[in-house]
């Protein structure tokens, strides 16, 4: 149920401090006290940043050495591979992170009249409004924010082990990672199996979205001509997205430091690579036809 966000958990209600996210075993309890927003499994609802502490509280329960998660992934995947991604990121390093922006208000509008669609406006009014889930869950923590103001370029957050909002890397790490999973380098051929198909596509009540997802994973399609492909992977606020083309087994990755208005999939910065890249994938298979 966490791993396809219908365990109910979109956000925790309990006021997050700095100390007690350093603190595995408080959000352990604050995750035990936590009374779900809707009946575990009857709907979807993308559970954004409390989704990180889930997670890293289930490595913890089964990994045999109980390690954190940012330290699991270091040890066991990160390292070994040679990719430049961190979940809970060394101070030294501090220096190399590019600050982030949040887009102004004539770049919001300036989306909007570029693709009305990328999102569903109404939907993210609407919650607003009334304070639904998308709100609560920009109010909480109130150290890590990006909604209502940007507060992720403080270095302090950065060794902070939360997946769901402070992993940090480069496109390319991201883009290799995905290469490696999916072909099989870091989970068994029948775990590939798994993540290669959808279990869910249900409207998510959260983002006001319908999409396809299971394992973690979200899938999209991308259609040239005749041919439709498979895109397995995640996208992130403002833009950012990771995506793993089962057909031509291709992996790209796709960072902004500016954010924008659209999900990852709809980003205007996103979209244009995007269609180069399958753009290309055509003019090669019909130049190799010839």
Known sequence: MIMAHTAGLAHLDEP???????????????????????????????????????????????????????????????????????????????????????TTPWQRFDEILSNPKAIDYMHIANDMINKGFLYKMGQNPTWLQSIFKMTLNNPDLYILEQPAALGIGTARAMAKLFDLLMKGKIVSPEMVKKLSIPFKCDFD???????????????????????????????????????????????????????????????????PLKNAIYDSIVKFRESSSQ
């Open 16 to 102: 997050i401090t700095f100390e007690d996210a350093q603190n595995h075993e408080r959000m352990a309890e604050i995750i035990e006290n936590q009374r779900p927003h809707w009946t575990p499994g009857e709907k979807t609802g993308y559970h954004a940043v409390a989704y990180g502490w889930i997670v890293d509280q289930i490595v913890r329960r089964n990994d045999p050495k109980k390690r954190s998660i940012g330290t699991f992934f270091r040890e066991e995947i990160a390292v070994p591979n040679d990719i430049e991604f961190y979940i809970g990121l060394p101070l030294e390093l501090a220096h190399r992170v590019a600050r982030l922006s949040r």
């Open 205 to 271: 009540i959260v983002t006001g979205v319908t999409l396809p997802r299971g394992h973690g994973l979200t899938y999209v399609s991308e259609t040239r001509g005749n041919d439709t492909f498979t895109l397995i992977g995640h996208a992130g606020l403002g833009g950012q997205n990771v995506r793993y083309d089962v057909e031509n087994e291709l992996s790209f990755g796709y960072l902004s430091n500016g954010l924008k208005n659209g999900f990852g999939n709809s980003a205007r910065t996103y979209v």
